[in-house]
């Protein structure tokens, strides 16, 4: 058996050691807290040795990172003298920053030209500015815009919309981030305002997310401590018995987030909530041991008497609910995404600190300033009369509940109906992950990405390799070279997220074209291997090793994509797989990858991720509800309201056409942890009541009378907890929080479905103490 009489006397008599120790304890920890850092890359959804991550590693060491930046500017002819040297300028520019590995623009469209038996590489566009002229640009034009290459990539089908790309080197988020600050910089003081620029890609959205999250991440903790405080103010109406909390909010946060970051640890796009979630649940053990004081000073008028009952009354209960959020969160360990397992961990450790420091910190302060904090105690009309019973909102709470016990039929009905509702509504929700839409509408960036594909095309990289199995079938030979031609053309066709390509092919016919005049009946793959292997001798060293092996065994097939949801990504990869399957035969193999098809294989991880997990969570609450509950009738009962707020929260999602998404995927775990806390406490009481001779009307008027004010004050702080997340910034963050908001709502009002289901079946209660009851005991 847990001696906790003894535990709670030493923490009372030992208050100013206990206290002194964690002072001393939280000053690391308050450094690390401020130590925080904010990496939201595409790398920290796989392991380091995932399938699909070692794939687009290995292809960006052959060919080049395909992360691009574009700076585009419109304007009503792009083939001016003064057009076309702004575009010189920013492309001079940027090759000279640190982190920029390439540059391409029209200034650099270089075409070939047959010479006796070679090839010479021209510019398009004359060097120089005395070789410009008028009509020089407007013959220059007319040839850029019949190049398939480039239009719809770097410059637009009418020639009013130019891009400056750069391909970046691979870096860290930080770095990167000090590239593109610097990028902007010189390009817009290169601009000189002779241009409207705009400025697209998956870095610069990469690294808005970043500086939005951590931005989040300072409003949310100190707004969802504004907000803890006031809310205790309100329902405990005591200034100093508020501040002890607070304080032991504050150290909670730091010891959990130092840690965290200790512990080497980043935020992002996922971890980013951790802060505002784990104060809204750590609040509770604070609210049930802060309420129960307030309301049993009146029995003892002595502090230390106060809290020592107080802590026996409820440390059972508390130690459950905290297990059950604490589990809730620690089955995302399992999942696939890293950032959803750190989340877990880290929550789960958080809400056991919480728990720790809610039964030493706040009953060491009170031994030690208890004396200092007076307590209003109501009169009382009877000798045996408990203040509770004039306690208003207590009343209307209590009144709640018994509506659920006295009209029992009625109310099961209701639950029915809102199931049967909920269901449907289910069957209605989408999966839909678009990372443009996170930002919000007001966005420079999100903005300039829609100007940009609407005018110009898509900045998304989508890559295709397709190996030859044998040196029989590379891609020196013309049936290899005129089926890549025919898998780009129609791809180009049949999917319409794709604004432009290019390939080895494309470089194979311009040559081809070339050794013949210029001929546009010769843009076509050569007839025979010899014509392409000189070709490939002829070639440009540059451009081939972006475009094939060495070896000539493998090359890649690079889409410009626009921006689009994850789901239609999945289709149009299974669209494509199930044509390349039946195209390529046994002579070759291909691989997608690129940043598309690692969005896709984030957002699988994902799902699968959440999905696993939710599993093992009811389980293993299914179970610690077992033991509180000791029957099996009495434990389905006490599950139902629990699922209650999940399953009507995502037939709410299906309703209203709100979809699943990295973040609001979370929610079914994250809800079933907190919501059991409710009915932890009221079953525990319930068979308390039950063990003491009462019947079941009886015993449910007493629980919610001795345990319904404080479950219902941190059902509030939950709710009002979770909304601090509507402030954010990205969108499945602000999602997340009014959705979970109101599930907390929803757990709190599905506890009258305990007590409606309770009088209906009336589940046999055991009074008989058992091992675990033993253990246990509440003393």
């Given amino acids: 058996m847990i001696d906790t009489d003894r535990i709670f006397r030493y923490i009372l008599s030992k208050h100013r050691l206990i206290l002194l120790s964690i002072i001393i304890l939280t000053i690391p920890m308050t450094y690390f807290f401020s130590r925080q850092t904010y990496e939201n890359n595409l790398d920290i959804y796989f392991e380091k040795d995932d399938p699909d991550l070692l794939a687009y590693k290995k292809f960006q060491v052959q060919y080049g990172n395909d992360e691009m930046i574009f700076i585009v500017f419109k304007k009503e002819n792009i083939f001016t003298i003064k057009n076309v040297a702004l575009v010189r300028e920013l492309s001079a520019s940027l090759r000279e920053l640190k982190g920029v590995q390439r540059v391409f623009s029209i200034a650099d469209v270089e075409e070939a030209l047959a010479e006796n038996d070679t090839i010479r ?264 009369d408990d203040h509770r019973s004039h306690d208003r909102f207590l009343s209307l709470i209590i009144r709640f509940f018994e509506f659920g016990a006295d009209h029992y039929r009625m109310v099961n009905l209701i639950l029915v109906v809102i199931t049967a509702f909920s269901i449907i509504g289910i069957s209605r929700i989408k999966f839909e992950t678009n990372m443009m839409n996170y930002l919000p509408e007001n966005e420079s960036i999100k903005g300039d990405v829609e100007f940009v594909e609407k005018n110009l095309g898509g900045t998304v990289p989508f890559v295709m390799l397709i190996s030859a199995k044998s040196d029989a079938d590379n891609f020196t030979k013309p049936k290899s070279l005129r089926m890549l031609d025919e898998v780009q053309k129609h791809l180009m066709e049949v999917v319409p997220q794709f604004t432009t390509c290019v390939s080895i092919v494309d470089y194979i016919k311009e040559i081809h074209r070339a050794f013949n005049n210029g001929d546009e009946g010769f843009y076509a793959v050569p007839e025979n291997t010899s014509d392409i292997s000189d070709y490939y001798e002829l070639g440009e060293e540059d451009v081939l090793t972006r475009l094939i092996s060495e070896d000539r065994n493998e090359t890649r097939i690079s889409f410009q994509s626009k921006w689009d949801t994850n789901e239609t990504a999945q289709r149009m990869h299974t669209k494509i797989e199930s044509y390349m399957m039946k195209k390529l035969g046994d002579q070759y193999t291909y691989k997608i990858t690129g940043l598309s098809a690692m969005y896709v294989g984030m957002e699988i991880n994902l799902k699968e991720s959440q999905i696993m997990s939710f599993i093992p969570a009811f389980l293993m609450i299914s179970v610690m509800m077992f033991f509180i509950c000791r029957t099996l009738p009495l434990t389905i009962i006490s599950l139902i309201p629990n699922l209650f707020p999940i399953y009507v929260s995502l037939g709410l999602m299906g309703w209203f056409g709100i979809p699943l998404d990295v973040a609001t995927i979370m929610i079914a775990n994250v809800v079933i942890g907190i919501a059991v806390d409710d009915t932890i406490h009221i079953m525990v009481w319930f068979r308390r009541h039950i063990a003491a001779g009462m019947d079941y009307r009886s015993a449910i008027t007493r629980t919610f009378r001795d345990c319904g004010k404080s479950i219902t004050i941190t059902s509030i702080v939950l709710f009002l907890g979770f909304m601090v997340l509507s402030l954010g910034s990205l969108t499945p963050t602000r999602v997340f929080g009014v959705l979970t908001a109101l599930s907390m709502l929803l757990a709190i009002i599905g506890e009258i479905f305990t007590s409606s289901l309770i009088m209906q079946f009336k589940p046999r209660v055991p009074t008989k103490k058992g091992w675990f009851d033993n253990l246990l005991e509440y003393r």
Wanted: net charge positive; hydrophobic share 45%; glycine share 6%.
């Fill in 121 to 384: 590489f021209r510019k398009m566009i004359p060097e120089g500015d005395n070789a410009l002229d008028a009509k020089t640009l407007e013959n220059v034009k007319h040839r850029m815009l019949g190049n398939r290459a480039i239009v719809n990539s770097l410059i637009s089908q009418d020639g009013t919309t130019t891009t400056i790309a750069a391909e970046l080197k691979g870096m860290p988020l930080n770095k990167k981030k000090d590239v593109l600050t610097k990028i902007r910089e010189t390009a817009e003081l290169v601009n000189a305002g002779r241009a409207d620029l705009r400025f697209a890609g998956t870095a610069f959205i990469e690294t808005r997310m970043n500086d939005l999250s951590q931005r989040d991440f300072w409003i949310f903790t100190p707004v969802t401590l504004a907000m803890i405080f006031v809310v205790m103010l309100v329902l405990v109406r005591n200034i100093k018995l508020t501040i002890l909390c607070q304080v032991n909010m504050l150290i909670t946060v730091f010891w959990s987030i130092g840690l965290f970051v200790m512990c080497g640890e980043s935020f992002n796009l996922i971890t980013d909530i951790m802060g505002a979630t784990l104060l809204a649940i750590a609040v509770e053990d604070s609210v049930h041991i802060l309420s129960e004081y307030n309301d049993e000073f009146s029995l003892f008028n002595d502090p230390e008497l106060t809290i020592a009952n107080t802590l026996r009354r409820v440390w059972f209960p508390c130690l459950f609910t905290s297990l059950t959020n604490a589990v809730g969160f620690v089955t995302f360990s399992g999942g696939k995404i890293r950032p959803t397992r750190i989340l877990g961990i880290y929550t789960a450790i958080g809400v056991v600190i919480a728990y720790i420091l809610s039964f030493v910190l706040i009953p060491a302060l009170l031994s030690r300033y208890g004396k200092k904090i007076k307590i209003k105690v109501p009169p009382r009309h009877e000798p045996d």
